[in-house]
């Protein structure tokens, strides 16, 4: 923010406390002349800031300010300073005290962003001790030891006059060996914001607090009718339960005047959890168990935001600037965020029952440029949450401006203030950093509205996304003392939007290579585009197939959206592989519709058919495929009539089925053959499956061969059959004349002895005979032409079956 003035509207005079100590040491003036012309004392040297260390050896004494009650006190209260002093040096201090220090009041934010930074005693800058009984002793401070401390002042001992923001500093002063006089030690510095009474204008505060985390749910679902969800690991149980992240968020904003900021991929995973759910680690599934915990935590972030304004992000908060520098190009990326924002209202809707406002985008840490307004806005919201170190005030300005602006094409930026926004974002575990960070947060927020007492603001601050445990008790701490001081009053997000903007605020995004080279870095970069384009094209031409598109499009559009996160930031190679498992995960499910591998087949005939079997290994049916058999050579082996023929697809859930193609031999020889699947629009489907048909058609000379030779082996055959039976007879008549003439030996001796037979005329066939007629050559049966031959009987092996006239069914259940 530009602060050339930012003190104006102010009182100009300083504290009169700080008056009548400058006065008093005036008067004692002519003292201190005849003083100071003696030799320097030791004393002198106080002063340096370099003291600090040389004094104790080297490090000084730390001091830790751990906590200041009450953050911005009034006229009856009393102060109390808590801490610990440390001495980092080689030297014990002797005769030691800490106390307190209240300087003059600031001029100006960036008199206290100076104050800040300061780190070394200075005589002059750092005003004198409070003193009194108001130190806490210390006779002895050993090398490396730490003490404990603990003052508490009546503010009107403080003589604090004119409401401001005022310098507190806390020191330690003492004594070393090296150096046997009182010096100050080590200091640290924080601010006390002074505004006992009601402000004329209040400055309206905007606080956006964010419920948004990682991404947890997987794109694979169980096959079961409720689809399992699946869970990366148990992070999300340990964030919702007590004690968690996001538990001490929902606990500690339900009691505060906030904007509430949902990604709704937060809700929709944790009402995932209500039901049976799993966790897959590796090769390891196991079945989560915390439903209750999942439930209790919708329970009372329904009740808590249930009148207050929420504002969804788009489902999975997508990476608007990644999407604007990397991604805008690569076809069918920003259709993406639109998927994402249409789905944002319905999720928050279902889950907590509240419309939310979906207006808004938030590009990360409000950094802005024309190509990421562009494409935060290509979704349908208007309104975009930039930040004051971005968007930076041109123009001269001597206050901090009204948050909203507008910036062209009917678009609204809402500019959170970089410093109120940023204060939280250090190691807040520490209790002296936790302090250091609320008393400067409300500094800064005192200081906006002092800049123009006359002028009421609408301000707003917008945290880092996902605040730690300890980060969200400190800003809840800041936020529960400025809405309980006497200088802000709370708004909403909406209406924060829609106040007046300032004439003079800054209206002009800046150009791209004003963004941060830091953020730029954490980008997602154009080749995760490009692999979610895949992946959204391998769905498209899957989801034409199912009955029920809703078990595969919903979970996959999701998982879709949550690669394109803004949580990746920082963490590209967990990035990249969430969405290589998504990818791999679809293409494996694809493959479950497939057709199974044929063997060479051989065709030794004109016609025949060939069977070709589409396996769904799905949980459901799938429809609209075509099934195509292509000869590759038809000039030898047409398909039906000419060189393909199709068939309509259509198989249930775990079944498979066998199509069969009539085939029509040209000319012997190998022909390579095709069947591929493909989808009611023409797109191939699965990898085809080549084999090939071996043709060995039998032409009529070949035919006249074989009828010639049938044709003599007949006659060969009918000759040895009239000569075997004149020999029989012959042998009869010569048996009959040795034999005497009776006919019971005449018969029996004939059968008992040829075992012949007569039929009725008197033809002699022999059982021996027709027993060989029945057989092959080597003793095996064959089988006679009939109604059980197959279609072409030329076939070796029946390959194919007679095609059906019938329609196909649906196929048969598949045993796995």
């Known amino acids: 923010m530009a602060e050339a003035a930012d003190f104006q509207g102010m009182s100009p005079s300083p504290a009169r406390r700080w008056l009548r100590r400058t006065g008093t040491l005036l008067a004692g003036a002519p003292l201190l002349a005849g003083v100071l012309q003696l030799p320097a004392s030791p004393a002198a040297h106080a002063a340096q800031p370099a003291a600090v260390a040389d004094a104790t050896g080297s490090g000084g004494v730390d001091i830790s300010l751990d906590s200041l009650t009450p953050s911005a006190p009034t006229d009856d209260d009393t102060i109390t300073v808590s801490g610990s002093v440390t001495n980092k040096g080689k030297q014990t201090v002797t005769g030691a005290h800490v106390g307190l220090r209240v300087g003059p009041s600031l001029q100006g934010r960036v008199a206290i962003d100076d104050a800040e930074k300061r780190t070394g005693f200075e005589l002059g800058p750092d005003p004198l001790e409070v003193g009194g009984k108001y130190v806490e002793k210390f006779s002895r401070l050993a090398a490396g030891v730490s003490q404990h401390f603990s003052i508490s002042v009546p503010v009107k001992e403080l003589n604090l006059d004119s409401d401001g923001v005022y310098q507190l500093g806390v020191s330690l002063t003492g004594r070393t060996a090296a150096q046997p006089w009182d010096q100050v030690l080590g200091i640290e510095r924080t601010f006390l914001p002074w505004q006992p009474g009601a402000a004329d204008t209040k400055t309206k505060t905007t606080y956006l607090w964010p419920l948004v985390s990682t991404v947890h749910l997987r794109a694979e679902t169980g096959s079961d009718a409720q689809q399992t969800p699946v869970f990366q690991n148990d992070d999300l149980a340990k964030e919702i339960s007590p004690g968690g992240r996001l538990d001490q968020l929902l606990s500690l904003g339900s009691d505060?005047?906030?904007?509430?900021?949902?990604?709704?991929?937060?809700?929709?995973?944790?009402?995932?959890?209500?039901?049976?759910?799993?966790?897959?680690?590796?090769?390891?599934?196991?079945?989560?168990?915390?439903?209750?915990?999942?439930?209790?935590?919708?329970?009372?972030?329904?009740?808590?935001?249930?009148?207050?304004?929420?504002?969804?992000?788009?489902?999975?908060?997508?990476?608007?600037?990644?999407?604007?520098?990397?991604?805008?190009?690569?076809?069918?990326?920003?259709?993406?965020?639109?998927?994402?924002?249409?789905?944002?209202?319905?999720?928050?809707?279902?889950?907590?029952?509240?419309?939310?406002?979906?207006?808004?985008?938030?590009?990360?840490?409000?950094?802005?440029?024309?190509?990421?307004?562009?494409?935060?806005?290509?979704?349908?919201?208007?309104?975009?949450?930039?930040?004051?170190?971005?968007?930076?005030?041109?123009?001269?300005?001597?206050?901090?401006?009204?948050?909203?602006?507008?910036?062209?094409?009917?678009?609204?930026?809402?500019?959170?203030?970089?410093?109120?926004?940023?204060?939280?974002?250090?190691?807040?575990?520490?209790?002296?950093?936790?302090?250091?960070?609320?008393?400067?947060?409300?500094?800064?927020?005192?200081?906006?509205?002092?800049?123009?007492?006359?002028?009421?603001?609408?301000?707003?601050?917008?945290?880092?996304?996902?605040?730690?445990?300890?980060?969200?008790?400190?800003?809840?701490t800041a936020v529960r003392a400025l809405q309980d001081g006497n200088w802000s009053e709370s708004q909403n997000l909406s209406a924060a939007a829609k106040a007046k903007p300032d004439p003079s605020a800054t209206t002009k995004v800046p150009s791209a290579s004003s963004y941060p080279s830091s953020l730029r870095k954490q980008e997602l970069p154009r080749s995760a585009f490009e692999q979610i384009q895949t992946t959204q094209n391998t769905l498209d031409n899957f989801k034409v197939i199912l009955t029920d598109k809703s078990r595969v499009v919903t979970p996959f559009g999701r998982a879709i959206d949550r690669g394109m996160s803004t949580s990746w930031r920082g963490r590209g190679a967990q990035g990249d592989t969430f969405r290589d498992g998504v990818e791999s995960y679809l293409e494996d499910l694809t493959g479950l519709v497939k057709l199974i591998d044929k063997s060479d087949a051989k065709l030794s005939g004109r016609s025949a058919t060939i069977p070709v079997t589409v396996q769904n290994n799905l949980v459901q049916g799938v429809h609209h495929l075509v099934l195509r058999l292509t000869s590759q050579q038809p000039t030898r082996l047409k398909i039906g009539d000419d060189a393909f023929d199709e068939r309509p697809i259509q198989v249930a859930g775990e079944h498979s089925q066998s199509v069969k193609f009539t085939t029509s031999a040209k000319a012997n020889g190998p022909v390579t053959v095709f069947a591929q699947l493909f989808t009611d629009d023409g797109q191939a489907y699965g990898p085809p499956v080549k084999f090939e048909v071996k043709v060995t058609e039998i032409t009529p000379t070949v035919m006249l061969v074989i009828g010639g030779g049938v044709l003599l082996l007949v006659l060969a055959g009918f000759r040895m059959y009239t000569q075997r039976k004149r020999a029989a007879a012959r042998q009869a008549e010569e048996e009959q004349e040795d034999t005497p003439d009776t006919e019971g030996d005449t018969d029996g001796g004939a059968e008992g002895l040829t075992g012949v037979n007569k039929d009725a005329e008197g033809t002699v066939d022999t059982t021996e005979d027709t027993e060989r007629s029945k057989d092959g050559p080597d003793g095996e049966s064959t089988t006679e032409s009939g109604a059980d031959d197959p279609e072409h009987p030329s076939d070796p092996t029946p390959d194919t079956a007679p095609e059906s006239t019938d329609p196909s069914g649906t196929g048969e259940r598949v045993d796995r």
Request: aromatic share 4%.
């Open 256 to 476: 505060l005047d906030v904007t509430w900021v949902l990604d709704p991929d937060l809700l929709a995973s944790v009402d995932a959890m209500t039901r049976s759910y799993q966790i897959k680690n590796g090769d390891t599934t196991t079945a989560g168990k915390n439903q209750a915990v999942a439930k209790a935590w919708l329970d009372r972030l329904e009740k808590t935001v249930v009148d207050k304004e929420v504002v969804a992000l788009p489902f999975a908060d997508p990476d608007l600037a990644s999407l604007a520098h990397n991604g805008k190009d690569v076809t069918g990326s920003l259709s993406h965020l639109k998927d994402a924002t249409d789905v944002a209202s319905t999720t928050v809707q279902t889950i907590l029952h509240v419309k939310p406002n979906t207006d808004f985008a938030w590009p990360a840490e409000g950094a802005v440029d024309p190509s990421i307004v562009k494409v935060a806005t290509s979704a349908g919201a208007d309104k975009v949450i930039a930040r004051s170190d971005s968007l930076r005030e041109t123009g001269g300005l001597t206050y901090t401006p009204t948050a909203a602006r507008p910036i062209g094409g009917g678009t609204t930026a809402v500019v959170a203030d970089s410093r109120l926004s940023t204060a939280f974002e250090g190691d807040m575990a520490k209790a002296d950093n936790s302090t250091l960070a609320v008393q400067e947060f409300l500094a800064q927020s005192l200081m906006v509205d002092l800049q123009e007492p006359s002028k009421q603001r609408s301000i707003v601050v917008a945290p880092q996304r996902m605040p730690s445990v300890s980060q969200a008790q400190t800003m809840a």
